[in-house]
Structures are given as structure tokens and as C-alpha cells.
């Protein structure tokens, strides 16, 4: 299939976010979307933007049934490891159900891949849910590591009514 | 005990650095410090950070065995959810062993939970090793959530020939 992997613009922000949702239903998170394309468009398109994306385009002839030409999307950001220096981060790797199984995930993943060389980063990391064995798959047969499961790194968060409490301890100095 | 949490200057970073070097042998990865003061300096003192640090300083007086009065930090920087939007990322939090129990890590984080409000982003995010059971301990104390355990996220990284080979994929267009 004919696609191309091209850099987002402000006007792609509709379809990315739809597409946000879809993977946040995937993901089986769907409440955990609390943002719209709005700040997408603000949030990404500014003078210092807070994020990078590339989507996946293909020809009028081959839209999906709904009539979408965008059909995937990777979203990412840098990020700085005291150890390493600059590096980036992955939020979202996502191919419409219709058009996976044609090289689209593939080629976006690795168009990231390139910005990190260019940008002589280390690394390029990303997490994943421990159910989802099929990203799993692609990933580690593109030469991914589990850094949680090989090394023992866990995620945490501070949210909520912990990081209120938290905050209203800083000392004030 | 007296100290100040501040916001680290340049000059800053050669205490920075060495501290670093002795978390990453706290965390017995000695050998992925990749970088060095001066990287820390470009990198966070530049027109566009890439990250943002904290350090705890004691007076003369209660300075460290070596003469050290720069005895704690914390190096974060911000991150992007295309569900949440900007967020923070707390890379290092140390404090020094001979000046561990005196409110200084805690003042550090509430600190960084401080920035976290100010710039309204919704969460706070760090990993920690599964085996080091004291900073889980003090995390958890101050209502840390597990996203590891409890949601399922794993941390995958490409990096060396891997990372390389998917570069070398990536599309022309």
C-alpha cells in the first residue's frame, strides 16, 4: 500500500487526537483522555512546542471506511537523562486496525528512530502495557529491551491529591 | 538541620555531576554515566534547557565529610501525554548518605511538586529500581502510585545496533 510518513501540521491535529482516543479505548483507558485537539494544536505548534509528530497518510483511493486519509500517527517528545544527555521519549505509536499489517508502524517507528540519531540522542524508549502482547511483539522484534522485566525499573506517579499535598510542603525559601 | 533548596546555577554542576556518579553507583550502574559536568552545564543552561534541577545546600558549618555543602538535588524536565498534556519527569532525586532523614529529599520533591502546580500539569512521574525498597519506601510514604504494578506499564528502550538498524529503515519521504 502507498503511504507516506510526513511531519504533523497544526491541521492534522483533529485526526491525531481522534486517533488518540482510539488507542486510549484500546488501551482500555478511554476516561484517561482529559485533552482535546485544542491544546494538541497549542500544545505542539507554538514557538517552543512540547512535543513532535509524524502522521501516516495515504491516498484519497485507499481511506478507510469512514473516509480517513490519516490512518496512523507517532507522537514524541525529548527528554534528559543525567547519565546520558538528551534522549526521546515515544507517547503514542498508533496505526488504525484497518491498516496495520502493512509496514505503516513500522515505518513510523523508525522515522523516529531517525530523529534520534540526528539529534545524537542514546536512546529512544517508550512503555507498554503488559497485556498488549501484540505491541510487544512488534517492539521486541524491531530489537526492543524490557527495562522493567530485565533491569527492574518501575513506574511511578505523583497525582491527584498526593501531589497537592506534596506541593503545599515545599519549604518556602 | 539548616539547609536551602535552590534552583542550580551553572556552577552548580560539578556538584551535580559528582552526585550523579554516586547515585548511579548507589543504583550499581556505574557505568551508564555517559556524560560529563560540562554536558550538564550546555545542556541545562543554555536559551533552551533541557532540563531543570534543584539543589539542597547546607551552611559551612554542617558541611559534608569531603567539605561538600551542595549535598542534595533534583534534575527533572517536562514531558507530553497526548491524553494529559504537559507533565513533569523527575529524573534524579539524592540526597547524600551522611545528610539522609533531615527533610531534605522531601523538601527536594515537594519542591519539584511546587513546579509541577505552578505549570498545571497533572502528574508527576519518576521510576525507581525494584530492589531499592528505601526510595520505594519514601515514595510510597508521600502517595506515590505504582503504574508498574497496579496499570501494567512496562519500560521498553531501543538503543545501540538495535536503535541503529531501525534508523536505517526508516522511509526516504
Not at 479505548?25 to 485544542?38: E, L
Not at 523508525?110 to 524508549?125: F, G, I, M
Not at 518501575?154 to 503545599?168: R, V
Request: proline letters at 4%; charged letters at 25%; a negative charge.
Amino acid at each position: 500500500m502507498d503511504f507516506i510518513i510526513r511531519a504533523a501540521k497544526p491541521e492534522d491535529c483533529k485526526d491525531v487526537f481522534r486517533m488518540t482516543m482510539e488507542l486510549a479505548v484500546y488501551d482500555k483507558m478511554p476516561d484517561q483522555v482529559k485533552i482535546s485537539h485544542k491544546e494538541l494544536e497549542k500544545d505542539g505548534f507554538s514557538a517552543n512546542p512540547l512535543f513532535q509528530c509524524f502522521v501516516a497518510e495515504v491516498p484519497e483511493e485507499c481511506r478507510s471506511k469512514e473516509g480517513y486519509t490519516k490512518v496512523g500517527y507517532a507522537l514524541y517528545f525529548y527528554t534528559y537523562s543525567s547519565w546520558k544527555g538528551q534522549s526521546v521519549y515515544l507517547d503514542d505509536l498508533y496505526v488504525m486496525p484497518e491498516f496495520r499489517g502493512k509496514g505503516i508502524g513500522n515505518a513510523l517507528l523508525s522515522k523516529v528512530a531517525t530523529v534520534v540519531k540526528e539529534q545524537q540522542c542514546v536512546h529512544l524508549r517508550l512503555t507498554v502495557l503488559d497485556w498488549n502482547t501484540p505491541s510487544q511483539d512488534f517492539y521486541f522484534s524491531k530489537g526492543a529491551r524490557d527495562l522493567t522485566t530485565s533491569v527492574g525499573w518501575h513506574l511511578l506517579t505523583f497525582d491527584g491529591e498526593a501531589l497537592d499535598k506534596l506541593a503545599k510542603e515545599a519549604p518556602k525559601n
